[in-house]
C-alpha cells in the first residue's frame, strides 16, 4: 500500500523559510516522478514543482513561474523522502500543499499523479 506522509508546514513570516518533508512507504520513491502541489481557499490546485520521469524532460525540475529563484525540490532515495525547500515566502504562497508521486508525471498537473499525501497548511503572514 502506498503511503505519503507530509511533514514542515506552519506559520512564518514574510521573507520566512520553510522545509517541507514527504516521506513514502510501500514504494521506491527512485522509480516515480514526484511532485508538489498547493491549493489555495477559492483556488484550484495548481503544481508548484515536479520531477518527471519522461525521457523527453529527463530528470530537470520543473517549477511554476510564481516560485522560481525561491523554491526547491529534491529527493533523498536512500530516505525515500522527497522535500520542498521554500524560501523566501510569500502570503500569495499560503495553501495547503500536497506531495504526490506517479510512475511517469508527464505534466506538473494534478490529473497526472495518482499518489497523494494528506496536505499540509503553510500560512504567510505577519
Known amino acids: 500500500q502506498v503511503q505519503l506522509v507530509e511533514s514542515g508546514g506552519g506559520l512564518v513570516q514574510p521573507g520566512g523559510s520553510l522545509r517541507l518533508s514527504c516521506v513514502a512507504s510501500?514504494?521506491?520513491?527512485?522509480?516515480?516522478?514526484i511532485g508538489w502541489f498547493r491549493q489555495a481557499p477559492g483556488k484550484e490546485r495548481e503544481g508548484v514543482s515536479c520531477?518527471?520521469?519522461?525521457?523527453?524532460?529527463?530528470?530537470?525540475?520543473y517549477y511554476v513561474d510564481s516560485v522560481k529563484g525561491r523554491f526547491t525540490i529534491s529527493r533523498d532515495n536512500a530516505e525515500n523522502t522527497m522535500y520542498l525547500q521554500m524560501s523566501d515566502l510569500e502570503p500569495e504562497d499560503t495553501a495547503v500543499y500536497y506531495c504526490a508521486i506517479d510512475q511517469l508525471g508527464l505534466k506538473c498537473q494534478d490529473s497526472e499523479y495518482d499518489y497523494w499525501g494528506q496536505g499540509t497548511q503553510v500560512t504567510v503572514s505577519s
Open positions: 510501500g514504494v521506491s520513491l527512485d522509480n516515480f516522478a
Open positions: 520531477i518527471s520521469l519522461s525521457s523527453a524532460t529527463g530528470d530537470r525540475a
